[in-house]
């Protein structure tokens, strides 16, 4: 089923989405830089969206799944990590090719400094890059998406420099396109994409480096190249956050939970969630972060 835009929200909000979470601030006053809307967007395997022109810039990333990018006559694929912009010198159709759909956040933005902001980080219109880590881009947006989506006080100015902060992010940590089209980054990526869908069921880098059919000190390799923490840090971090994530949004115990993340024991899972959140289990539990 689609999902109505509501009456309020701008027209250019996308009806082809399985599900979405957006936001649109509403600001009659002009300023040199400033965020309209953004959002995070769940899109089916049919996803296929076209525009001959968008009145504003926008900054898309891929989150998860595949896809295409149309930009004038040049098409490019996307994947878990991409970035791409566009404004209303750029036609564009963005497809998925993902059997699973395809997710992906956006930042609408305005004003005359816009441009020259995200030049200052090697962004412009037109462009189509990777990021190296997935999950702290899409962490950043997630907190963009979550101050833009409650009507808080000081909502506009906690989004104005989340925003900042998502822009240097990115361009810290984007890669050129040669290496974005290396079989060596290709591999890195692919090998997070694996941990990322399977962090509840795996324990080792060796497993993941069996299931991607990758020698092990090879991924570890294109953890320390490509990266900032090794296979089984990012492994063990993803591990974590999921364990908390059970333990304070089901009613299950702390010893299915251990059960459930393939730990040997309830004891082992406590030490491990103590050491990442500073809390035992029971009172991860009973805490509203």
Request: charged share 25%; with cysteine; hydrophobic share 35%.
């Amino acid at each position: 089923m689609i999902p109505r835009v509501p009456s309020g929200d701008p027209k250019y909000f996308s009806h082809q989405v399985k599900s979405a979470k957006r936001f649109h601030i509403l600001d009659r006053a002009s300023k040199p830089l400033e965020i309209v809307s953004g959002g995070c967007e769940e899109c089916g395997p049919d996803y296929d969206l076209r525009r001959i022109t968008f009145r504003h810039l926008v900054l898309e990333f891929v989150a998860r799944g595949e896809g295409n990018i149309q930009l004038g006559k040049k098409t490019w694929k996307l994947q878990a990590g991409t970035i791409f912009l566009y404004d209303n010198s750029h036609p564009h159709r963005i497809s998925s090719v993902s059997p699973q759909g395809m997710t992906k956040y956006f930042a609408v933005l305005r004003g005359p400094a816009a441009k020259p902001r995200l030049l200052r980080y090697g962004l412009r219109a037109g462009l189509v890059t990777q990021v190296q880590d997935v999950e702290r881009v899409r962490n950043i947006f997630e907190d963009l998406v979550e101050l833009g989506t409650h009507k808080r006080r000081h909502r506009q100015e906690s989004c104005w420099i989340t925003l900042h902060y998502l822009l240097m992010k990115i361009g810290e940590l984007a890669v050129s396109a040669d290496t974005a089209r290396s079989a060596a980054f290709h591999s890195y990526m692919r090998c997070r994409q694996f941990i990322q869908e399977h962090c509840a069921e795996i324990t080792s880098a060796r497993q993941v480096a069996d299931a991607c059919h990758l020698d092990h000190a090879y991924i570890c390799r294109l953890f320390r190249r490509f990266g900032t923490d090794s296979p089984y840090e990012y492994l063990w971090q993803l591990r974590m956050n999921h364990a908390a994530h059970l333990l304070q949004n089901s009613k299950t115990t702390i010893k299915q939970v251990s059960d459930e993340m393939h730990f040997s024991d309830p004891a082992a899972f406590s030490r491990s969630v103590k050491r990442a959140f500073g809390l035992p289990p029971s009172r991860l539990k009973q805490t509203d972060f």
